[in-house]
C-alpha cells in the first residue's frame, strides 16, 4: 500500500525521490521503462486493446476468452523450509533456506532468477524511494548455494541489484529440483520501507530470505527488480519456518505456531485457546505480564516454528514488550472461526480498536462482500511504521486519527483477497488489489463502525485528471510517476468498481466478483482475465467500460446544460463536455422546502451520448439542482448547480 490521499500520510510505496542513477540491464528497462503501447488486437471480438504476449497465452490455451484458466494453465511452484537466527542487539539475520522448486511449464528452464529482496538496502542497488545513508550496507551476503546437493559456484553467479541470475542450471518440464542457500543480513535500524526496526526491542521482518522469481505463461520470468515503491510478485508454496530468537521476545508469523509448548508459558497457551473459540477479546499478553516477566519459557533463546500452506509469502514480528489483543471471528456455515489479532506498544492506546476492526472486516468479508468464506487460520495486525500487507499479517502504524486507523485496517485486511488469496501480479499491476482494497475504504468501513464520520477525498482524481503525468490505469505500474500515481492505480480503480457496482446492482456484482475470485483462487489472473470473466459471470457486454475507464486517457466532467419547464413536469439535460464516463446523481430542490434525488447509472453513457436528457413529472416547482454526490469525480464543479 501507498500513500493514501485521503491520510496525507506518507507510507512505504510513495515517494519521488530517485536515489540511484544506475541503469537496469536492457532487458528490464524495455519491458517496464518504455512507454506502453499495444497492438490492436480483437481478442474474441472483444474490442480492447491486448498485448500481444497476452493473445499469445490465449492462443496456447493457458487463459481464455471466458477469463478463466485455460485447459493448458499452469504456474510454477516453490516449497520453502527456512531456518532463521535473528539478534535484536546487532540486527544480524543469519538463516538458511531449502526451496524445493517445481517447474509445471512446457518449458525447459536453463537459469533461475532469485529475488534478494534485502538488496534494496545494498549501497549501489538503485532505489526510487529515499534512505538514509546509515541503512546503507553489503546487502544480503551469501555464502554457499547448493543444487540438488550439489556445490554451486559462487563465480557463475550473477548478482545485478535485488535480482541473482545462476546460469547453467536446467530444469526440465514437470521436474522438482532442490535448492538451498546459507545467507545472513543486517537489518535497517532507520528508513523503514515495509520491514525493519521499529523500536529497540521491537521488529518487524519480511523479504529475508531467498526467493526463485516468477516464471510464468505471459512474461517468463519476473526481472523486475525491487526498487522501494512498487510491491510483489510471488509463486504459491508451503512454507515451513523456524525463527531462534532471545527468550524474552515474543513473535507472531505467517501461518500457524506449531510448538506453543515450547515458547509460552500455559496461562498464555490457555488465552490463545479462549481468543480461538469465542468472540469476545481476549487480553492475551498485558502490561502486568511483560512487568512479571512470566510470558515466554524462560530459556536463553527460543526457536518459534511455523507452518503456512498454499501462500505466497512470508513475515514476522517480534518484541519484548508489545500487548496482544485477540479474538476470533466466525467465517463460514460450518463454524470455522479465524483468529484476529493486534499486537502493539500498550503505550498507543488508539490501538485498542484495531481487533475489532479487524474482526469486523473478515466479518464483512464473510458475509457481504465479497462473500466468501475468510480462508485464513488468522489475521495478525502488528504495529509497526508503515501500513503495508502480508499474508495472514499486516504491519500498520498506530494512527491516532480514528478515520484513518478504521480505513487503513480494513484496506490492509482486505488485501487478505487481493493479492493473497488471488495472486495478482502487484508489481506489474498494483491496481488489481489496490483497487479493491480502497475500494472498500468508502465501502465497507462505514459498516464496520458508523460512528466515525466518512469524509472521504477524491480530490486527487480531479487535480491529476488531463495533466502529463496522468495516465491509463491499465499502464504498469512501474511507469507510474508525480502526482497521478495514486490516482490511476488505487482511486480511479475503486471508484470504478463503486460505478460498476450501481450499474450491476449488488446481487450481480457479489455473484460476478465471486466467480471471479472462485476461478483465480491460488492463481495469477492478469487484468483481462479480470476483464473477461467480469463479462462472463455477468452476462453483461463491459467493453466500452473497461475501454473507456481502464485503456483510455480521459476527463470526467458533467454540467447542467439546461433544466426546461414542461407542461406537466420538468426535463433535465446533463451534458458531458468531458470524455470519462461517470453516473448522474442530482437533488432537486423544489419550492415547497422538499427535495428528490434522481440517479442515472454510468450505463447512461454506453453509446458514446454527449447527453442525457431526464424527464421529470410533477407539479412542483423547482427552484435549483445540484449535480454530483461525494464520490462522483468532475474537474469542473461550476457547472454542477442550477438555479432558477
Not at 514476522?316 to 496482544?324: A, D, K, N, T, V
Not at 456455515?333 to 485498542?352: K, L, Q
Request: aromatic letters at 12%.
Amino acid at each position: 500500500m501507498e500513500k493514501n490521499s485521503n491520510t496525507g500520510i506518507s507510507l512505504s510505496d510513495h515517494s519521488t525521490t530517485i536515489s540511484s542513477a544506475a541503469s537496469f540491464q536492457d532487458k528490464t528497462k524495455s519491458a517496464f521503462f518504455v512507454v506502453l503501447s499495444f497492438i490492436t488486437i480483437s481478442l474474441n471480438a472483444q474490442g480492447i486493446p491486448v498485448l500481444r504476449n497476452i493473445a499469445k497465452a490465449n492462443q496456447n490455451n493457458t487463459r481464455n476468452y471466458t477469463g478463466t484458466p485455460g485447459k493448458k494453465y499452469w504456474q510454477n511452484r516453490g516449497d520453502y523450509t527456512i531456518a532463521v537466527d535473528f539478534n535484536p542487539s546487532t540486527g544480524e539475520l543469519q538463516g538458511k533456506v531449502t526451496t524445493l522448486y517445481t517447474n509445471n511449464s512446457p518449458d525447459t528452464l536453463k537459469l533461475l532468477v532469485v529475488k534478494l529482496f534485502p538488496n534494496f538496502y545494498k549501497s549501489n542497488s538503485m532505489r526510487n524511494m529515499v534512505v538514509d545513508t546509515e541503512d546503507l550496507g553489503k546487502g544480503i551476503q551469501i555464502s554457499s548455494i547448493s543444487i540438488e546437493g550439489t556445490p554451486y559456484s559462487q563465480d557463475k553467479r550473477k548478482i545485478r541489484g535485488t535480482n541473482m541470475y545462476l546460469p547453467n542450471v536446467t530444469v526440465l518440464p514437470g521436474k522438482t529440483i532442490t535448492v538451498a542457500m546459507d545467507y545472513n543480513y543486517v537489518l535497517n535500524k532507520g528508513s523503514f520501507v515495509r520491514t525493519g526496526t521499529i523500536d529497540p526491542e521491537s521488529f518487524f521482518i519480511a523479504y529475508f530470505f531467498p526467493r526463485i522469481a516468477v516464471y510464468d505463461d505471459v512474461d517468463g520470468w519476473d526481472e523486475h527488480p525491487y526498487v522501494g515503491k512498487e510491491e510483489f510478485y510471488n509463486d504459491y508454496g508451503n512454507f515451513s519456518v523456524a525463527v531462534t530468537v532471545p527468550g524474552n521476545y515474543q513473535l507472531w508469523a505467517t501461518g500457524d505456531l506449531k510448538n506453543p509448548d515450547s515458547v509460552y508459558e500455559k496461562h498464555i497457551i490457555d488465552k490463545i485457546g479462549l481468543a480461538e473459540k469465542g468472540d469476545a477479546i481476549i487480553d492475551i499478553i498485558t502490561p502486568l505480564d511483560i512487568k512479571n516477566g512470566n510470558i515466554t519459557l524462560k530459556n536463553k533463546t527460543n526457536t518459534w516454528k511455523f507452518e503456512a500452506l498454499n501462500v505466497t509469502d512470508f513475515a514476522f514480528g517480534l518484541s519484548s514488550h508489545y500487548i496482544w489483543q485477540a479474538r476470533s471471528v466466525v467465517v463460514d456455515d460450518a463454524g470455522n472461526r479465524t483468529r484476529v489479532d493486534a499486537v502493539f506498544n500498550p503505550d498507543h492506546t488508539s490501538y485498542n480498536k484495531v481487533a475489532n476492526y479487524t474482526a469486523k472486516t473478515i466479518e464483512l468479508i464473510s458475509n457481504h462482500f465479497p462473500k466468501i468464506p475468510f480462508p485464513y487460520s488468522h489475521q495478525t495486525v502488528f504495529e509497526g511504521l508503515d501500513a503495508m500487507e502480508y499474508p495472514m499479517m499486516v504491519n500498520m502504524l498506530p494512527f491516532e486519527d480514528h478515520n484513518e486507523l478504521l480505513e487503513l485496517t480494513t484496506h490492509e485486511v482486505f488485501h487478505s483477497i487481493f493479492p493473497f488469496y488471488v495472486g495478482t501480479n502487484e508489481t506489474k499491476y498494483s491496481f488489481m488489489d489496490e483497487g479493491w482494497a480502497t475500494f472498500t475504504e468508502f465501502y465497507l468501513s462505514p459498516m464496520i463502525d458508523s460512528s466515525v464520520p466518512l469524509a472521504y477525498d477524491i480530490s486527487s482524481v480531479n487535480n491529476s485528471a488531463g495533466t502529463a503525468e496522468d495516465m491509463p490505469v491499465i499502464t504498469p505500474t512501474p511507469q507510474l510517476y508525480g502526482k497521478a500515481r495514486f490516482s490511476n492505480k488505487d482511486l480511479k480503480p475503486a471508484l470504478a468498481h463503486l460505478y460498476l457496482r450501481e450499474w450491476m446492482g449488488h446481487d450481480l456484482f457479489i455473484k460476478s466478483v465471486q466467480g471471479y475470485i472462485k476461478n483465480w483462487a491460488g492463481k495469477h489472473p492478469t487484468p483481462y482475465d479480470f476483464f473477461n470473466n467480469m463479462e462472463s459471470e455477468s452476462g453483461l457486454d463491459l467493453k466500452w467500460f473497461w475501454k473507456n475507464w481502464y485503456f483510455e486517457n480521459n476527463v470526467p466532467d458533467l454540467a447542467i446544460a439546461k433544466v426546461q419547464q414542461l407542461k406537466k413536469g420538468y426535463t433535465i439535460v446533463i451534458s458531458s463536455p468531458g470524455t470519462l464516463a461517470v453516473p448522474v446523481h442530482l437533488v432537486v430542490h423544489y419550492s415547497d422546502g422538499t427535495q428528490e434525488m434522481i440517479s442515472r447509472d454510468i450505463s447512461c453513457w454506453k453509446t458514446g451520448n454527449k447527453e442525457v436528457a431526464i424527464s421529470l413529472k410533477t407539479p412542483k416547482s423547482i427552484v435549483s439542482v445540484d449535480l454530483g454526490d461525494a464520490y462522483d469525480i468532475d474537474i469542473e464543479n461550476s457547472n454542477n448547480h442550477w438555479k432558477k
